[in-house]
Nanobody, 117 residues
Framework: VQLQASGGGLVQTGGSLRLTCAVS????????IHWYRQAPGKQRDFVAF???????NYASSVRGRFTISRDVARNTVYLQMNSLKPEDTAVYYC????????????WGQGTLVTVSS
């Protein structure tokens, strides 16, 4: 399974961005798609996930502002980010949780989101 994140950019405080995670390969073994983010000098933190059944969950820091969704036909997961704050500035990554005997995690490359104050 391969993932490619895109959609990052520079936005002002209070603005919005939509990130896209394009998924390819054996999508039938995907349990869930997660979004993580890593701010400069900090650890990579969980942001949101959506399961193959459509269940979603969010970090408390983004709940109510971010929405994760998917387009099954397009094998794409989105992260709609509204009311952005400077502390949302980070490189955002998507990750797949796989049903496999091997490594259960597949990461995409990151996309940079910068929120200016």
């Amino acid at each position: 399974v391969q993932l490619q994140a895109s959609g990052g950019g520079l936005v002002q405080t209070g603005g919005s961005l939509r990130l896209t995670c394009a998924v390819s390969g054996n999508i039938d073994i995907i349990n869930a798609i997660h979004w993580y983010r890593q701010a400069p000098g900090k650890q990579r933190d969980f942001v949101a996930f959506i399961t193959s059944g459509g269940t979603t969950n969010y970090a408390s820091s983004v709940r109510g502002r971010f929405t994760i969704s998917r387009d099954v036909a397009r094998n794409t997961v989105y992260l709609q980010m509204n009311s952005l704050k400077p502390e949302d500035t980070a490189v955002y990554y998507c990750r797949a949780w796989l049903r496999t005997d091997g490594d259960p995690w597949s990461w995409g490359q990151g996309t940079l989101v910068t929120v200016s104050s």
